[in-house]
């Protein structure tokens, strides 16, 4: 016999609906332990449940199980299911609708029989320790301090193996890269961590009629001890080399941070060290930096939060740069988010290329918004300009451009779903000392193509660029898998180089890319992806690995 | 300009005060087991069913059975996806505070800014959550001033990004020179030093192989 649906519905909804009323109210439960066609519950006399009751379970997945009270004890209670072969798995919940005025009662108490003897209780031997008069037998659960809880390491390493190789000429590179991020909680049995994160390169570079490169780094990036920080210990010390906790905006350090957070969830901090230079070889004892920053919260929730700091260093211990940062962050739990932040260099009559004054060296500010249903809206602005300093933070330019370069973006994405579609926007405009210019991009992603968690990315794309205007396609079929996913994609761009003739000015351009990963329950990652690419009279092959391991 | 840049300032600094003011606020509606309150476990027990068997080893209530398993998405709410849904429990809840006080923040939140804020908060335009290593570098050049075409597509992005080993990324100059100094360096024959051919190489180069030349 077959159901209607809206009557299959009805029957759903009604030994639940049957039982509401203004004389009962909803007790939930779970399951404890469950076999087929019954089960035990948490719930019991005391809870108001009796022999009888109808209870009803809702497994994550299958239809809810109904069934009827046969056996009550103090605090849990036996099942059995209308249908005995179905079974709830421990842990589901349910729930029954139990009369008011049972769940007003108190518990049954055994009779004592008359003339009974009354024993004596010896007298108690353990202490109180802190209980006192008006407080529950069962007082909360005390929490573990950091130092009590049990040494443990965890963190992951790494291989990572990237290859280019052009089939036109002798020229090959290839990047092979092994490390290792790890933290050893309670290291000491005083709840401070020890942190180590190091990496090592190998480049090799095989260049027709250059020299070859064959180099290795490696690379310290974190080795620091870190005191405090938590909920019994609100002064945070970290001492090695670290990026800064408090404010990462002030950069990687040889030295010590302090910060300190306050009862509200305020927080402030100062930090003395010297700043190794962002590159592979990490130079560092030449650039000394003293900072310090606080940090406005709205609550403890920490959705809104306001931090200002300043920076001063000094290279080879003359002055060097004097840096003033904010930023904000408003993330409220509906509505418009506001991430920003600024980088303000002070300059003095000794910074030539600048001039004295304050100027924005660097800021970007992102307003955007995910609505019901996932479609999302972002608009973002950034600015970037050469700070002048002695430092090295990047590769050294003229004192043209350190006056002048600069770049500004302002970008627009938007997502939108409709029914199994996405529909995907960009469009951003640019402007720099030379010239400004512009992009767009319109996207389809559609699911559940050809197989169950099967994906096809479709998008065409323009742009105006500094040194060329171009329109492609791109394309990409992605099926996620239990254990990892797959993808392959392919693009097409066609370039319009800017300053040649009308036969030299056109390139196209194809580019092709397989990829898998898989990962394992186990914490064992690896993807590996091969990249095929064909422009002009010229074809590269690229080849990538990575394997880790989490611990 | 220095005028200009005051203003700016100034502008800056009444919205900051004004956040300030906005941020602010008392904490008294702060719900039991954040911070401060209570000090009672990293989660709070309350939902949990009563029977504490089904997911502690008897009598050792800090080692959970081996056998535990936890459906965030559905007790939470909050679906963990990628490395995520395998990350130990107390790698999130532990005693630095509520977790959803970081989640509120963004990735950066847990996982420490090596962009050191110069990327915003939106992590997963290059990350996703199932490895570090970033993704879709060719297709987010499209919506710069550079985009990649010929064997820029496929060179390591530190041969342009010094710094980008370690997340410190500066926007590169798209002039050619910027980057092929020691390559405009080794052009002798003929010799561009001497010749004055030192920028503006379009005139003459396709931005596109390997090859030393190509004079179109």
Known sequence: MRLHPLCALALLLLPVAAQESADTEKLELRVVDGQAGRATLDRGRVDGLRAGDRIVLRPREGLPIEGRVTDVGERSASVEFDDAARIAAPGTRGEAWVPRARRAEAPPVQPVEPGAPVLEHPAWSQPDSGWQKGMPLLTEVPALHPGQRSPAVHGRWYVIADHVVDLDSDYSYGLDRAGIDSTWSNAFGNGAELNLGVETNWRNAVVPDADDTHETYVRLDRLSYVLGGDRFVPRRVEIGRFLQYGMPELGVLDGIEVSTRVPGGNSYGASLGYMPEPNAGQESFRDLQVAGWYRWVGDETERSALQVGAQQSYHDYSNDRQLILARVDLAPQKGWDLHGAVWVDYYTASDAAKGAGFELTQGILSIGRVFEGGSSLTLTGTHVSFPEMERWEFVPVSAAQLADDHVERIALRARQKTGRVWLREEAGIWTDQDGQGGDGELGFEFERVFFEGCHLQLAGYGADSATSALWGLRGALQRQLEEGSWELGYQFAQYDFTGFTDANDQLPQHRLRLSREFHTASGWSFSAHGEWLHFANDDSLAAGLYLQKSF | ?216
């Not at chain 2, 990350?87 to 963004?106: E, K, V």
């Open chain 2, 1 to 216: 300009m220095n005028g200009t840049l005051r203003k700016l300032g100034l502008a800056l600094l009444g919205c900051g005060l004004l956040a300030t003011a906005c941020a602010i606020r008392g904490s008294e509606s702060v719900p039991r087991h954040m911070w401060w309150a209570g000090l009672g476990p990293v989660l709070p027990h309350d939902s949990f069913p009563a029977d504490c068997s089904l997911c502690h080893v008897s009598n050792e209530w800090q080692t959970l059975k081996p056998e535990f398993a936890y459906d965030h998405e559905q007790e939470t709410g909050y679906a963990l996806r990628g490395a995520h849904a395998r990350a130990l429990c107390l790698r999130c809840h532990n005693d630095r505070g509520p977790a959803g006080s970081f989640a509120a923040q963004g990735c950066a939140g847990c996982h420490a800014d090596l962009h050191r804020g110069g990327f915003g908060n939106e992590c997963t335009r290059c990350h996703q959550e199932t490895s570090w290593e970033p993704f879709g570098m060719v297709e987010l050049h499209d919506h710069t001033r550079l985009p990649l075409t010929g064997v820029h597509a496929v060179t390591q992005c530190w041969r342009c990004h010094p710094g980008g080993e370690v997340g410190k990324f500066v926007p590169a100059d798209p002039e050619c020179s910027s980057c092929h100094a020691s390559d405009l360096a080794r052009a002798t024959v003929p010799n561009h030093a001497g010749l004055g051919w030192v920028d503006h190489c379009g005139r003459c180069h396709l931005p596109t192989t390997w090859q030393q030349a190509e004079i179109h």
